[in-house]
């Protein structure tokens, strides 16, 4: 092998994971994988967009306002207020898992939320000259995403719904690092400290679902990786085998075993083989297939029944075992709830988690009718679940129907109009009709945007004149970028 060939060979799985980063271009993006990250994108502006009307996000708007005072990026939906990028990627990203309803993919994690706020942030504090195209977007968000995808392959762990660790603050974190790396045209070596230091700010304890903290997993994972990306362009280091060691990476899973990419002459990306769960009601995955196989046994129901006695046959997923939930982060997190509002109202949907549709004596009732069962077929895994709903009357009658793939899985992908029209239902909270559909048509046409900002100028609202942050300059110019 001649010598330049050698220096040039990866040395590592960290040094294949920068050698991609850098070295992937327009050229990697199918049409299937540009389809596929629109929807996304236009699903997860939507849900966010949705999310900042939430409890939690305006909790954590309210935090962030202390650094406004040198404001470079547009909080969505909010025109009068702006943020450094790091801080509108961490609010943007907590307002797109709010209500647990951004995409899921498998292995499990969420990985537009972690990605995108980072991306229109960026967008919106670069300078002017040059223009950063929709296409570059593109590739950004798809680096960011194939990141999350490879590590996430790395572990037998990870394969099913996780126990330990929220993965988007795991490996979401690296994949705003890897994104935010690609978007600013790091070089290999920076990208690789991007990648060490991203993964000194991963973790996020599972102990925290259902509460108004775990959508600050996804922002923080936004915000982390932009900061992680930022101090690598400015020069620091970390550990050049990160993603290679035990005590590196590998101390979020158990069963640890890295490998190095592919070339990127043979490369082609995750996305291409495997599609994305998009949501149809804001809830943890795993009820989709309860609230399906419900409707089902529904259809058999007169409305005089009585119900003596529900059972679910689901797999053993503690954190959604929820018999009694009190709050809407606990009904969004609980099996037992999704079953009982769709047998009760015929569907779930925004409302249904709203504090005085949670504490109906109906649903109470119901409540206490459920049981569950665990089939030891059932495992726990997205790709594989099932879901048996069982339904006895007191005539004596029980209807049973099973849900192996509920609408919205990536085998049963939602159709683009209905993709479309939750977006419409979802940013319509906050913005008006002509902003909601400047962005369907901008997103359906990313890759011939010639200027990807232009996205922002539809999420914050009434036009504002553009500025960009004195520390965010003295950053940015730091590095040309190309």
Not at 76 to 97: I, Q, S
Request: include cysteine; proline fraction near 6%.
């Amino acid at each position: 092998m001649p010598q330049l060939a050698k220096e040039m060979a990866p040395k590592s799985v960290t040094e294949s994971f920068a050698s991609v980063i850098h070295g992937l271009n327009v050229g990697h993006l199918t049409d299937r994988v540009i389809q596929r990250s629109k929807r996304m994108i236009l699903d997860t502006l939507g849900v966010g967009l949705l999310g900042t009307t939430t409890e939690v996000f305006h909790k954590t708007t309210q935090y962030s306002k202390i650094y406004s005072s040198d404001m470079a990026s547009c909080v969505w939906g909010h025109p009068d207020l702006k943020l450094p990028p790091t801080h509108a990627a961490f609010v943007n990203g907590v307002a797109v898992h709010s209500m647990d309803f951004d995409d899921t993919w498998h292995p499990a994690t969420h990985p537009s939320g972690t990605v995108l706020p980072v991306l229109l942030a960026l967008s919106e504090a670069l300078p002017q000259n040059p223009r950063v195209s929709g296409l570059d977007l593109l590739l950004a968000f798809n680096v960011g995403i194939e990141v999350q995808g490879r590590l996430m392959h790395f572990s037998r762990e990870a394969s099913d719904i996780p126990k330990r660790f929220h993965p988007p603050k795991v490996v979401g974190t690296l994949g705003s690092a890897a994104a935010a790396a690609k978007f600013l045209g790091l070089d290999r070596t920076k990208c690789r400290e991007a990648m060490a230091i991203a993964v000194s700010y991963a973790g996020g304890p599972m102990a925290n679902a259902a509460t108004q903290t775990k959508p600050l997993h996804v922002g923080n994972a936004a915000r982390n990786g932009l900061e992680a990306t930022f101090l690598a362009l400015l020069g620091l280091q970390g550990n050049q085998e990160i993603l290679d060691k035990e005590a590196g990476f590998g101390a979020f899973y158990s069963n640890y075993a890295p490998q190095a990419l592919p070339t990127l002459e043979s490369y082609t990306l995750l996305l291409d083989k495997q599609d994305i769960a998009t949501k149809r009601f804001p809830a943890h995955l795993g009820t989709h297939w309860v609230a399906d196989a419900a409707a089902s046994v529904r259809k058999h129901l007169l409305p005089t029944d009585r119900i003596k006695r529900i059972v679910l046959r689901i797999p053993d997923v503690k954190y959604v075992n929820r018999p009694f939930p009190v709050s809407e982060h606990e009904a969004r997190h609980s099996f037992q709830f999704a079953a009982c509002t769709v047998l009760l109202d015929g569907g779930i949907s925004v409302q249904s988690f709203h504090k005085s549709q949670i504490d109906r004596p109906q649903i109470w009732e119901l409540l206490d009718k459920v049981e569950l069962e665990y089939p030891p077929d059932n495992h726990p895994n997205f790709d594989t679940l099932y879901c048996e709903v069982s339904v006895n009357l007191e005539n004596g009658n029980t209807f049973t129907e099973r849900c192996d793939a509920f609408y919205g899985h990536w085998r049963k992908p939602l159709s683009q109009e209905d993709l479309e029209e939750k977006f419409r239902a979802n940013s319509s909270t906050v913005l008006p009709s002509e902003s909601v559909e400047g962005i369907i048509k901008t997103v359906n046409r990313l890759e011939d945007i010639e200027d990807c900002s232009l996205l922002t100028t539809f999420l914050k609202g009434p036009h504002l004149p553009k500025k960009t942050s004195k520390c965010t300059r003295r950053l940015l110019s730091t590095h040309s970028f190309s």
